[in-house]
């Protein structure tokens, strides 16, 4: 292209280092060009084999055939227009950098791409993988493969549960929400039915095995997963739809220019320079840059602001998402159980309701017992010491706690507890503790010395960003719907705070996907936001499935949009980026477009030349990546432009708190 670089035999190099990159380096493009054509159809892959190939092609000619290839050929720097002698022109730089430029686009494309089966992997490596089996009266450590039904295995307090099964020994909670939703730990006894890959959240118990390997629950949510991606219909690539229209109007017009300087009596060599030229023109370079470089910067911003783009066939869904299902534990809620308000009796001093509580339920490992314990550390500070600790299975715990050399025997749990030592809620009190229950919360009683003397209260805490984050996604024109295998009453309590109408709960993963193909066939395109095991296959089986990152990998692999940073508001941005991108990507398809139908003219005219068709290519790509670059500039909304004191580290994904975040956190969830 420089001519003061044309060394005598200059040609004949370009060929030699030419050659291999359109002959072998674009064959995936002429293989799929060559099935297209028996298909009777035409896609980006046909465009560019045919481009590449005209370009290389008639260069061969000029090169062996015409004038191109005589010692001390030259081509000069000139962009005029004028009538040239095509036997003379090599275009060997635009096949090749047509072939470069499109294969590393795809290059970037594919590493953006997720791993498949990842999500499956995920998902079958969360059960446990060992099992302590009861064989003659003794334990005796198996892998998790050897189990058979019927076999006894023992799971202790903190342990998952190896497979479905059956208790027939002791009692406890078991904390299923991985796999239902529920954000309460179910208190299960002998006869009760437990599933694999939960965790025992209380005491040891033994479970007889009545379902192994494909037929657990887990392995069927597997399957579930797997269907979902397997029938979720991949979006043709926006620049295939392009190349099905324009390859044949490119086609068309270079039969017409060929016959047209035939007919009007132009010569053979003529009329084939023009239509050859036509179809070398018609390719263009910035055509495989277009789709990757907007994806590159759009998913690199997304990632400062926590929001990670797997794909750029997921780009294509944002655009016509018109519902966002949003799952409640983990997504709206912070998905642990947390301290929210501490009602003491008449006369009663709150911290010290709360000391004592939390001293006793400091020695229990049950969810709830953890989160007053934490509630009580974090108001009260250091709790007391406790003596004779009895945990009572279903009911509560009970205990001397010493404060202030004074002992107290201390009863927290259920009314029923209290009421079995004589202490009666007030009038007061079971006012506290309807209500609560009213809005799908727990109520612990607390009791002393004979007296009933206060009400915690416990919930699953809903993220102080929830409301704001709906408002966000209703601005963008998005109907939100709140789906959970939570209770009606406490989802509805949920939903209610923060601002939405529609409500499905009591739903179990299987249902979560019926629940997204029924919006579906209704004609809408839906957006699905969670980040539990239970939600996968719906993230999987949804138009855009979004996963909070503090949420399982299994739920971040079957998912499109990644939110790093668990924020909610995250999802509002994340569709603005992609609609952003999307918009973007189409606007790099039409210039990549404009520059060269703006000289076919010239080349159906016979007026092209080797300079004019770089120019064009060379224009096209630079518009294209400096277009991209403009997605730098895309800001999150106003009132999220901070990451909420959460340090992100990209490299893998993982939400660091920071000091601060950890302390405010700590104020919010004891308040």
């Given amino acids: 292209m420089v001519p003061a670089w044309q060394f005598t035999y200059w040609q004949w190099l370009s060929l030699t280092l030419a050659a291999p990159v359109v002959v072998w380096g674009a064959y995936p493009f002429h293989k799929a060009a060559w099935t297209n054509l028996r298909h009777g159809t035409s896609t980006m892959d046909t465009l560019i084999s045919m481009g590449t190939l005209a370009a290389l092609g008639w260069s061969l000619y000029a090169l062996f055939l ?23 022109n090599i275009y060997l730089e635009a096949a090749a950098g ?32 060992e099992v302590s089996v009861l064989r003659d009266g003794r334990e005796q450590r198996i892998a998790n493969d050897q189990l058979a039904v019927d076999d006894l295995f023992v799971v202790r307090p903190g342990e998952k549960i190896a497979t479905d099964g059956v208790i027939t020994e002791g009692s406890s909670a078991v904390d299923a929400s991985m796999l239902t939703g529920e954000s309460v730990p179910v208190e299960v006894t002998p006869g009760d039915s437990v599933s694999g890959a939960t965790v025992n959240a209380g005491g ?73 030229a036509v179809l070398i023109i018609a ?13 590159m910067v759009g998913t690199g911003r997304g990632a400062q602001l926590g929001i990670l783009i797997k794909g750029p066939e997921v780009l294509e869904s944002t655009r016509k998402v018109d519902t966002v299902v949003l799952d409640k534990t983990g997504t709206v809620t912070t998905g642990r159980m947390t301290l929210l308000h501490v009602v003491p009796a008449a006369g009663e001093d709150p911290e010290q309701v709360l000391r004592l509580a939390g001293a006793l339920e400091d020695a229990s490992e049950h969810p709830i017992a953890q ?59 079971e006012q506290t503790k309807a209500a609560a229950e009213a809005e799908g919360q727990t109520a612990v009683a607390v009791g002393w010395d004979g007296a009933a003397r206060g009400v915690l209260v416990v919930a699953d805490a809903i993220k102080e960003t929830s409301a704001e984050a709906i408002r966000q996604l209703r601005g963008l024109g998005l109907t939100p719907v709140l789906l959970t295998g939570d209770n009606e009453t406490v989802a509805r309590s949920v939903a209610a705070q923060v601002g939405i109408d529609e ?33 996968a296959a719906a993230l999987a089986q949804a138009d855009l499935g979004l996963a909070m990152g503090t949420g399982t990998d299994v739920a971040i692999e079957a998912s499109d949009l990644t939110l790093v940073r668990g924020d909610l508001r995250a999802a509002a941005d994340a569709i603005r980026l992609s609609r952003k991108t999307l918009s973007t990507i189409k606007g790099n398809l039409f210039w990549a477009f404009a520059y060269n139908v703006a000289a076919l003219p010239l080349a159906a005219a016979g007026l092209l030349n080797p300079m004019l068709a770089g120019a064009a290519m060379a224009f096209s790509s630079v518009f294209v990546v400096s277009n991209s670059l403009r997605l730098r500039r895309f800001k999150a909304l106003a009132s999220n432009q901070t990451d909420g004191g959460t340090g992100v580290d990209y490299r893998t994904g993982v939400t660091q708190p920071t000091e601060e975040a950890v302390l405010a956190d700590s104020s919010a969830s004891s308040g």
């Fill in 283 to 295: 390719c263009p370079c910035a055509l495989g840059l277009a789709t990757p470089t907007a994806l």
């Fill in 66 to 88: 015409g004038t191109a290839g005589v010692p001390g050929m030259t081509h000069p720097f000139e962009l005029t227009i004028a009538r040239m002698d095509g036997s003379a």
């Fill in 503 to 535: 409500v499905i709960a009591d739903v179990m993963p299987a249902d979560k996907v019926d629940v997204i193909k029924r919006l579906q066939n209704e004609g809408k395109t839906v957006a699905m936001v969670g980040d539990g095991v239970n939600d």
């Fill in 98 to 129: 047509v072939t470069t430029f499109i294969l590393a686009g795809r290059y970037f494309e594919a590493r953006s791409k997720r791993r498949a089966g990842a999500a499956l992997r995920a998902l079958l490596e969360l059960g446990a993988k």
């Fill in 204 to 276: 040891r118990i033994v479970v007889r095995a009545t379902r192994i390997g494909s037929d657990t629950q887990l392995a069927q949510m597997a399957k579930l997963v797997e269907d979902a991606q397997n029938g979720k219909a991949q979006v043709q690539r926006l620049a295939d739809r392009v190349s099905g229209i324009f390859v044949p109007i490119v086609i068309a017009l270079a039969a017409a220019t060929l016959g047209f300087w035939i007919g009007t009596g132009g010569g053979l060599s003529a009329a084939f320079t023009a239509a050859v």
């Fill in 371 to 429: 989160a007053i314990a934490k509630g009580a550390t974090e108001r009260v500070g250091t709790l007391p010491t406790v003596e004779d600790f009895a945990n009572l299975e279903g009911l509560g715990v009970q205990g001397i706690v010493t404060v202030d050399e004074a002992s107290h025997a201390v009863v927290v749990g259920r009314t029923q507890l209290l009421a079995d030592w004589s202490q009666h809620l007030t009038p007061d009190l």
